[in-house]
């Protein structure tokens, strides 16, 4: 896992009460769970485990911990939002990326690992 439960909290504010957890420790398995995720498709996405061998580098810690950030922004607008808005106030909803372009840019630092294979015959 790229990142941590705690690092992610002091980074975003969030307390158990944002997301109807009673205890820290369910808010902490949520961030792990979403950590995961996160660390799947920063492996997908560049062909590659950054935590095999050894610990991950440090911009890919960040990279995770901003993913996380915009994951708990995205998590927070649903919940907050509501579906209609009746006055004349402009609504802006938040894109839904988790995955954005500056964190694709950011990624860009650590090539990808091919997955070419020969085979012979």
Known sequence: MYSDAQTVKEYTNVGPEDFGFATLDELDAWIE?????????????RNQDFSDPGPAPEGIN?????????????????????????????????????????????LRRWPKETNIRLMRV
Do not use: C, H
Request: charged residues 30%; negative net charge; glycine residues 4%.
């Open 33 to 45: 769970a979403r950590l995961t995720e996160i660390k799947s498709l920063i492996d997908a996405d």
């Open 62 to 106: 960040r990279i995770a911990l901003e993913m996380a950030g915009n994951l708990i922004t995205l998590v927070q607008s649903r919940r907050t939002t509501p579906v209609v808005q009746v006055d004349d106030y402009r609504v802006m909803v938040n894109d839904g990326k988790v995955f954005t372009d500056n964190i694709k840019e950011a």
